[in-house]
């Protein structure tokens, strides 16, 4: 830590939301800007390698793997609007370099220094108190990554509660996957399919009428099926209701 | 080692039985019915009950890891105690060599018929096929076994084998085979179907020469086998003929009785939500002088099958197994394809796992791969099995033996070439997502329209 008391925080932006949702990056900046921290997005950052590392690449994900480590290595703390991408960080990065000692404690480093955002805004920076109002029933989805590989599942609940004219109505069947998995849906995709229909189906049961998440990748998966479906629901990333950005149509919504 | 009763999918077509699945309504149905009401909720309900579940988890944990690192002195153990009490005991490299044992022996006693309990290492071995080509009829027991044998299928759950059919369809099965009943029977209830199978069931019992059931737990100290059931089958098919063949594989030997009470009272609960299941039986040997009923000769059958070739390896931890079902009750991709997807034996995560070993990974590379990594298996195992560790690993040498091949593969290494190199990667950042696309039929509505130019142009370019 800098002798200011103040960590310096990387963040890693994750792939999905440079490309496809970058007004997710811009929440979470100002998430922790105005929560008094100070972030930097290192330039130097592509992908956390699941890709590769899901579909057995193991060369590959090492290689991308060692540029992440070596991308955030200088920062107090790493966070990222993603469980999945903070679980692979945290959670995979040391068993990549079993055969690598020197790799795997700077691994190892890394993974305890690294956050997924709900966890860091409630948890480190104690944010309690609502930057936002959101007149709205709102669902929360449950990434697998966020809530089993890292536990996090108090934490979005709090700070969503937190937030003005938010009313919180729980999904049924909560622990269960929403069938994206990443390659998963590109590879299985009628199987991906028919998974996701079951969940977005609940979704719609709520009569929310906002669908919120800390993954991207779920919530884009989602927002296919619920237009299948004919559903209005519009769908956000919980860093955007959070920030106060959760305007317009929507993860999706675009042209519709 | 590919022995489905009938022409049936295999593991390679995986996706082609996924997509019956799929299609077949009464199946999803059955399903959707079935896990999340039926499994799912009887699991919660039996966990409710047992404040000393995560204890109890961890003490069947150590009591595997104790086992398996010492598993030829509880062999040993336990055969020199099957021995003491009169019992024999044979070993078995591979399947050819169960099943030949098996056939020697009901040979040896000219054998017409066998009843049978349920044991998916008598699945796993394709025992059914060699015992009728030899001349012996086996007649399936349990209830579920019975019904899918009537139907010449594959079980599709290994503590369920007719889990893929509702009580409808096994009525017709039984309108169509049982025709010495009235044909304007009612069989709407499930009452009425368990007395119709009884009925049909009770003069195979009688009339059997040898009776063949698993094993789901070895004793070590005293040679004893146990099995569990809720239909009290497992009994009348172990003592009521004059032969008894247990066959099981090897990694279910415990110490001691002690440990085996530990795995009883987890398996009822994770897998029905019952304390204990109605049944359970243990048995020793052969009968005794002074017993009143019993089996004239008791033979344990104890299968290598490559198992032995784990022990120490990367796939080490799924000897742990006790086959409760709870990985498969609560597998995404599970509840929607069903277990014959699968293409062979094991279905859901546990089969992913066990069956590329036993088929090989060319055959059965889909598997692992057919996975959302949801991390729910782990979860549930009741002797914390890392499951999806277990999944990726052979995931690896998948991708090792050049699974996925072709164009997905293709993608892949184009992504992972621009992924490696940040700067290029910015600079061409479209061309990358066209290669994600390319490696499969992407769901034309799974990438939304991207806002504008990336999140790293519009930083660099000072927006906050
Ligand atoms: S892997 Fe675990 S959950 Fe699955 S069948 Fe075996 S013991 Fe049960």
Redesign the interface.
Known sequence: MNDTQTPTIGLFITCMVDLMRPSVGFAALRLLDRAGAKVVVPEKQTCCGQPAFNSGDVKNAQIIAKQVIEAFEGFDHVVAPSGSCTGMISKHYPDLFKEEPEWQARAEKLSARTFELTAYLADHLKLDKSLATFDHTVTYHDSCASRRELGVVDQPRKLLSAVDGLVLKELADTETCCGFGGLFSVKFPDVSQAITKTKTDLVIDTKADVLVGADLGCLVNQAGQLKKSGSKVRIFHIAEVLAGMATGPGIEGEGQ | MKHFTQDHPLCHDF?KG??KA?DDDRLQAQL?RSL?DGFQKKRLKGMSRLPEYQDLRDRAKAIKTHTLKNLDKYLEQFEAQVIKAGGQVHWARDDVEATKIIIDICKSVDAKTVTKGKSMISEEIGLNVQLRKNGIEPIETDLGEYIIQLRDEPPSHIIAPAFHLSKEQVAETFHEHHLNQPPDRDLSEPTSLVHEARIELREKFLQADVGITGANVLIAETGTALIVTNEGNGDLTQCLPPVHIAVTSIEKVVPTLEDADTILRLLGRTATGQEMTVYTTFFTGAKRNQDLDGPQQFHMVLLDNRRSELLGGPLHDVLGCIRCGACINHC??Y???SGHAYGWVYPGPIGSILTPHLVGVDEAHLLP????????C??VCPVRIPLP?LL?T???????AGH?GGV?RLG?NI??W???R?SL??LL?RPA?LA?RL?????P????????????D???GG??
């Open positions: 996706l996924a997509k799929l959707a999340k995404p991709i509840a929607k394809v791969n057919a996975c959302t990594m949801c991390g729910r782990e979860e560790t990726r052979w995931r690896n040498r998948a991708y090792d996925p997905q892949l992504w992972a621009f992924a490696k940040p990667y910015r950042l997502v994600l490696m499969g039929k992407m769901r509505f799974n990438l939304p329209a991207p806002q504008g130019s990336t999140f790293m519009r930083y660099k927006e906050r």
